[in-house]
C-alpha cells in the first residue's frame, strides 16, 4: 500500500510528476553516456573486437561478451565483478572508473 500511495502522490502532482520524469531522464541520459564512454575508450584503446553492442543495447545492464575465462580473470586480476556470462552494471559505471574498466576489458580480451 506504501509504494502505491508514493505513486500516486507523485504522479498525480504536475510538480512532483514534471521533477520525477526529469530526474528517470537525467538517469537514462547518465546510463548512455557511461555506455558511449565504454565503448568510447575501448576503441581508442585499439581494441580489435567490436564494441557496438554496449551501445546498441539499452537498460542497466549490459552483456559485454566476455567469456567465462575473461570473466574469471578480470575479476581476479582488476577485481571488476559481473556475472558469470559477462554482463556487467552499467550504472555501476562512473566518470572516475570508466578509463579502468576500459583498460581492463581491453587488456584481458587481447
Known amino acids: 500500500m506504501y ?28 546510463i548512455m553516456s557511461m555506455r558511449t564512454g565504454l565503448r568510447d575508450r575501448l576503441e581508442k584503446l585499439g581494441s580489435a573486437r567490436d564494441w557496438r553492442h554496449i551501445t546498441d543495447q539499452i537498460g ?4 559485454t561478451g566476455l567469456t567465462l575465462e575473461e570473466v574469471l580473470k578480470i575479476r581476479a586480476e582488476y577485481s571488476i565483478y559481473c556475472t558469470d556470462d559477462g554482463r556487467i552494471s552499467v550504472a555501476g559505471l562512473s566518470d572516475s572508473n570508466l578509463d ?3 583498460e581492463a576489458i581491453h587488456t584481458i580480451t587481447k
Do not use: H
Open 3 to 30: 509504494g502505491a500511495r508514493l505513486v500516486e502522490e507523485i504522479l498525480t502532482d504536475a510538480n512532483l510528476r514534471k521533477q520525477w520524469t526529469g530526474e528517470c531522464k537525467e538517469m537514462a541520459d547518465r
Open 100 to 102: 579502468y574498466v576500459a
Open 60 to 63: 542497466m545492464f549490459c552483456f
